[in-house]
């Protein structure tokens, strides 16, 4: 909400826009108010990540699991103070994604890694309380496109607001052209190669990404560019596909922590290890690893996995927990 709508509500609700007949007896009515709207101020004061220069949050540094007590997938790229673009929304991160200060209006794109459940679970509730926002300017989403197994982006996005299906479809009018509405959703499909491709360019920002395999699930490495600034991120792949190409020369790399070393069958098919990790950190010489969707199976085993990365690559590693902030200068 923008600053004269809110100021307008507070005067409003304590009914300090009529006449005063008595000042006193209004004055217990006024500390209340006070204190109410002081209550309801938006999140300004408790946003710290990102005040000056490029940094990343992590909202959700959990895999699928409940009980890892982390949200799913989310990372929020912030710039002096702004965030500019939101990788992934897995179940919990749209609670992180309020918790971090930042405001739906303010960013400029969504990309989605792919759409398991715990990356794309929270997309309705974030768009749903941009409903309450002032944005005016549309909204790109990227994605991967679709397969048998899986739907595109823009299929996606139509199975929540489209008509006439949706399941959120009371807000079609976010995305159906020609509905009268503050501003739209504009998802793309991205069917991606293992050679890194420049995808959005705006200003000073600019994103690219890479396919990488995730078992059968069309699924998208990310990089973003930011004020000389580059972040990698890897989503779910077991280390085939375009990682180690798009991550070349990185700033931050996150990549996904989702299977122990020795991990084999299905695990191994869609996650990659430790040492996987390690080899393609130092291969691509990133500047700083974070280590993020953090499951079950791998909480609690992160001295063995930081000795299998460190047998490969000697720049700083972080296990990554919600709302951790990494900045980048
Ligand atoms: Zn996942």
Request: proline content about 7%; overall charge neutral.
């Amino acid at each position: 909400m923008n600053p004269a709508r809110f100021s307008h509500r507070f005067l409003r609700q304590c009914k300090l826009n009529m006449p005063l007949r008595s000042f006193t007896a209004r004055v217990p009515l006024l500390l209340v108010c006070l204190s109410a709207w002081a209550a309801s101020l938006p999140f300004a004061s408790a946003q710290t990540c990102g005040q000056h220069g490029v940094a990343v949050q992590v909202l959700g540094s959990g895999g699928p699991e409940l009980q890892d007590k982390r949200a799913s997938s989310s990372y929020l790229i912030w710039q002096d103070g702004r965030p500019r673009v939101l990788v992934d929304a897995g179940g919990g991160s749209a609670l992180r994604f309020g918790e971090s200060g930042a405001q739906m209006s303010q960013l400029d794109v969504i990309l989605f890694s792919h759409f398991h459940v715990d990356h794309s679970a929270d997309f309705s509730a974030l768009i749903k309380s941009s409903w309450f926002e002032d944005r005016a300017r549309p909204l790109p989403i990227y994605g991967p496109a679709g397969n048998e197994f899986m739907p595109s982006t823009t299929e996606f996005v139509a199975d929540f607001f489209g008509e006439p299906r949706g399941a959120y479809r009371y807000l079609s009018e976010l995305l159906v052209p020609g509905e009268q509405s503050t501003y739209k959703l504009q998802p793309h499909n991205i069917p991606g190669s293992e050679k890194p491709s420049a995808v959005f360019h705006t200003g000073d920002l600019a994103i690219s990404s890479a396919r990488v395999v995730h078992g059968a699930v069309p699924a998208l490495a990310w990089r973003v560019e930011l004020a000389g600034k580059s972040m990698v991120f890897s989503g779910d792949t077991n280390g085939e596909g375009g990682l180690p190409q798009l991550a070349v020369n990185a700033d931050l790399l996150i990549a996904h922590n989702a299977v122990p070393e020795g991990a084999t069958g299905v695990e191994r098919r869609l996650h990659m290890p430790p040492s996987v990790i390690g080899q393609i950190a130092a291969d691509a010489h990133v500047k700083q690893l974070v280590l993020s969707h953090r499951m079950l199976r791998t909480l609690g085993k992160e001295t063995e996995t930081q000795s299998e990365i460190q047998k490969r690559y000697s720049g700083p590693l972080h296990f990554a927990n919600d709302l951790d902030c990494f900045p980048l200068d």
